[in-house]
């Protein structure tokens, strides 16, 4: 009896272009928000102000990572704040646990 071997028949398809161009412009958008981050790193004086302004990009970069990837960004808007609420009360809670642990009394 002969083997007859059935490979699977393989399509390549073309690139997605419009997918590759949205890849990038999420990675430079990203990256900007990096070299952001970095300049005020290495020009600000360390304090409140400065670890405000890191928190509040991180935040941007989480929030625009989340709506990208997760693809959070095209649900329904009541998914979206059922989200984003708890999120800003936890980094409010987190602010105000490192305000209260700057401002604390050394023994």
């Known amino acids: 009896m002969a083997h007859h071997a059935h490979e699977p028949e393989v399509t390549v398809l073309p690139p997605d272009k419009e997918k590759i161009k949205k890849l990038w412009t999420v990675a430079g958008i990203l ?3 990096t070299a952001i981050e970095f300049i005020f790193a290495f020009t600000m004086a360390a304090g409140t102000l400065r670890t405000s ?7 941007v970069k989480a929030a625009y990572i989340v ?3 997760m693809h959070l960004r095209y649900e329904t808007k009541v998914l979206f704040w059922s989200i984003l609420i708890p999120v800003i009360f936890i980094v409010w809670m987190l602010v105000a646990f490192v305000y209260e642990g700057i401002n604390m009394p050394v023994f």
Do not use: H, S
């Open 31 to 33: 990256g900007i928000v």
């Open 67 to 69: 709506g990208e990837f």
């Open 53 to 59: 302004i890191f928190v509040a990009l991180t935040i």
